[in-house]
Nanobody, 124 residues
Framework: EVQLVESGGGVVQTGGSLRLSCTAS????????IGWFRQAPGKEREVVSC????????YYADSVKDRFFISSDNIKNTVYLQMDSLKPEDTAVYYC?????????????????WGRGTQVTVSS
């Protein structure tokens, strides 16, 4: 069974850091494009960051560039999202997702597998 499980969310003050983990089972994560998405109340789900399996190239949304960093650990079958300098507008449920694609994709509909999400709350 293919499964993605996120962890690492929580409540942090403005300027703080969190590291989210996305652990995959039932498939090899480094053979899929992995994306982190977030959804705030009343807003659409948006892409935050992605990593490709082909050359480990990465994508970051403008709103998180230079603050968030995506990485992977193939031995642990886990993808991480290091989030620094957090802002209240980063508050959302964060989801990881996997797409059977060799290249990066930022489109929500391209991702076949989704985790249940982890809540990130940044207090001002």
């Amino acid at each position: 069974e293919v499964q993605l499980v996120e962890s690492g969310g929580g409540v942090v003050q403005t300027g703080g850091s969190l590291r989210l983990s996305c652990t995959a089972s039932g498939f090899t994560a480094d053979e899929y494009a992995i994306g982190w998405f977030r959804q705030a109340p009343g807003k659409e789900r948006e892409v935050v960051s992605c990593i490709s399996p082909s050359d480990r190239s990465t994508y970051y949304a403008d709103s998180v560039k230079d603050r968030f960093f995506i990485s992977s650990d193939n031995i642990k079958n886990t993808v991480y999202l290091q989030m620094d300098s957090l802002k209240p507008e980063d508050t959302a449920v964060y989801y990881c997702a996997a797409a059977a694609r060799w290249l990066i994709t930022t489109r929500v509909n391209d991702y076949e597998y989704w985790g249940r999400g982890t809540q990130v709350t940044v207090s001002s």
